[in-house]
């Protein structure tokens, strides 16, 4: 509930700012396209006119950008209603207001297609434009339908067409058909800012503003970097990603976040294969979520590896180098690489011993340790007792592998019964699984056991110690009643004075 709030309030609050990003955006271009007017602006005269006009293209020219954009405001709403054509034309642009048809309102111009080269449409209520029928636009340069309420685009551009600019920024709209942008091969700018998509259409070789829609899936956004497609404000930008901790959520990121996550293709180990996992929360104790973490899936099985890679990407969780001949998992230890391990899947390699894990990080928090068919002889009891201290969700196979079956696995088979595959546990030294033991097999003498010797002898020196104690007592006691010493005490002072 809480997040779900919070996610909305970011999304309210970057909505707000796409809109005076837009508007800001609208009045930086009133500059630049209207100021050079006939003076139906400000209160330009006519002598700076030329300077402004000069500034104008020099600003064109250091943003290279093709995209038009007219002064909303004094086109639609500062004016008087108007009547018959939506329409009007302004140097090489059409700029039209309050259209319900684009194509009907344009036309009502009558203008000759080859002599105008930007259009913008402020405030369309088309609920669905099908950009098919714009055909007769393909000779513009920069198609901006901006502040009205279209939803849909449908359709496909025509081919050949010389649109380099697009731009549907406030608009509502939802969905776009996957091809609709496949034919404008000059196409640089698409500006979608302030709608409400879910998925970007395709698109190669582009710069794409999508501020202002946060529904866009990251893994869609992770695709359209891969083509090369570029993005305007990527720290503002969000896309939805899944979240999992120990349930199931949503969060929105960054559009620099999904491109550091693609980095981890980068680091990836040699001979292994990187990909993203989940987002993670890295602490979520009492409700309380920090930071997003994006969480690594490294694969290194089938590799030929004879030892752990010796760097692995940020933030890997999960690490599986099944089918390799590597022996030690030391490096889980000693290496910061293998910090943030969780699952560690090394099935059939020729591990000989889980010794190294003694008192790490991992043991304590891992939640998958699959070491399958492996060379394990032996299992110390302190791994197993840990693992029943804190069990909470771990799994942990050791199936086919051959241990030394000795007395204490029949007298603990109650933790050695924690291995979730524990009835695939061979021993190496009699033809059986250890859940088939037999105590009275095992166990003959009773005390063949070092944890039993080790028992009888702390008994012994407890007694020991109580007897000193009672000796210490006695003697002191016998000295301040009598002012001697009983032996030995009394001979070892007599021996000093000497
Ligand atoms: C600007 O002025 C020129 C001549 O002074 C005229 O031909 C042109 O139509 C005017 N443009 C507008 C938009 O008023
Ligand atoms: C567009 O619609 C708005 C709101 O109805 C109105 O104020 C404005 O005058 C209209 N503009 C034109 C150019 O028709
Ligand atoms: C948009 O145009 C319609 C007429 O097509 C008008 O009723 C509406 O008020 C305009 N919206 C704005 C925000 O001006
Ligand atoms: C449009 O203008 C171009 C050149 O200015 C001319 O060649 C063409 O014939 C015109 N087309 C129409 C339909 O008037
Ligand atoms: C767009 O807005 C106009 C009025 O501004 C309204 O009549 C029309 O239903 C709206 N269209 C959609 C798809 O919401
Ligand atoms: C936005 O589009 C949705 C459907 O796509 C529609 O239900 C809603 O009325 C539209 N909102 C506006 C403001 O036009
Ligand atoms: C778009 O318009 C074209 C040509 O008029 C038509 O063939 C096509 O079916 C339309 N597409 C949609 C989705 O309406
Ligand atoms: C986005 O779409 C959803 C449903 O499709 C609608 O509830 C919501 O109001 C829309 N948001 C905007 C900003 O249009
Ligand atoms: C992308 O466009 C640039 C020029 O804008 C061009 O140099 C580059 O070759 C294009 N890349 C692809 C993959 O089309
Ligand atoms: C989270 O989603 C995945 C797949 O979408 C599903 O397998 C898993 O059970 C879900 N977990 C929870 C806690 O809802
Ligand atoms: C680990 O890799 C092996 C071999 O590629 C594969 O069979 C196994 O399913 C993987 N384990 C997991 C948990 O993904
Ligand atoms: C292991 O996880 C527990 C909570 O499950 C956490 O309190 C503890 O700090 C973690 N230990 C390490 C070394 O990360």
Redesign the pocket.
């Known amino acids: 509930m809480k997040l779900k709030s919070q996610i909305l309030i970011f999304l309210l609050i970057f909505g707000v700012y796409g809109k005076i990003q837009d508007d800001n955006q609208a009045q930086q271009n009133v500059i630049s396209e209207v100021g050079s007017s006939n003076g139906t602006t400000d209160s330009k005269e006519g002598k700076k006119e030329s300077e402004v006009l000069e500034a104008t293209l020099e600003e064109r020219r250091v943003d290279e950008s093709p995209c038009f954009h007219a002064d909303i405001n004094q086109f639609c709403f500062e004016k008087e209603p108007t009547k018959g054509c939506e329409c009007e034309q302004f140097r090489d642009a059409i700029i039209c207001c309050n259209v319900t048809d684009i194509l009907k309102s344009i036309g009502c111009l009558s203008m000759n297609a080859s002599t105008y080269k930007n259009i913008h449409v402020i405030n369309a209520t088309q609920a669905e434009i099908n950009v098919t029928q714009l055909n007769s636009l393909k000779q513009v340069d920069s198609l901006v339908i901006t502040d009205g309420n279209v939803s849909r685009l449908v359709g496909q551009f025509a081919r050949f067409s010389s649109i380099k600019c697009l731009n549907f920024s406030n608009n509502n709209i939802t969905e776009i058909n996957e091809r609709a942008f496949m034919n404008l091969n000059q196409l640089?700018i698409v500006d979608l800012s302030a709608n409400n998509l879910t998925k970007l259409p395709s698109l190669?070789?582009t710069t794409v503003d999508i501020l202002g829609n946060s529904k866009i899936s990251c893994i869609n956004i992770s695709a359209a970097l891969e083509k090369?497609v570029k993005f305007f404000n990527k720290e503002k930008s969000l896309c939805e990603s899944e979240v999992v901790y120990w349930f199931n959520d949503t969060a929105s990121i960054t559009i620099s976040d999904v491109e550091k996550r693609k980095k981890l293709e980068y680091d990836c180990p040699e001979k292994c294969r990187c990909k993203p996992g989940h987002m993670q929360y890295t602490n979520i104790e009492e409700n309380k979520k920090d930071h997003l973490i994006f969480i690594s899936d490294v694969d290194c099985s089938n590799s030929g590896l004879i030892k752990l890679p010796t760097k692995l990407p940020e933030n890997t969780y999960y690490l599986n180098i099944t089918n390799n001949s590597i022996s030690s998992l030391s490096a889980l230890v000693t290496n910061d690489y293998y910090l943030n391990i969780k699952s560690l899947f090394a099935d059939d390699n020729l591990i000989t011993s889980i010794v190294d894990l003694e008192g790490s990080k991992f043991l304590e928090n891992f939640t998958v340790l699959s070491l399958r068919n492996n060379k394990i002889k032996d299992i110390p009891y302190y791994i197993l007792s840990n693992l029943e201290k804190n069990l909470n969700g771990k799994i942990l196979y050791l199936g086919g592998n051959r241990l030394t079956c000795e007395c204490h696995i029949v007298k603990n088979i109650n933790h050695w019964r924690l291995i979730n595959d524990c009835d695939k546990i061979l021993c190496n030294n009699m033809q059986a699984k250890i859940l088939e033991l037999k105590e009275t097999e095992l166990c003959k003498s009773g005390i063949d056991d070092w944890a039993n010797y080790i028992e009888y002898l702390i008994v012994i020196e407890v007694l020991l110690l109580i007897a000193l104690f009672t000796k210490v007592s006695y003697d002191y006691y016998v000295f301040k009643k009598t002012g001697f010493l009983p032996f030995p005490a009394s001979y070892i002072i007599l021996y000093n004075q000497k």
């Open positions: 640089k190669q070789n090369d």
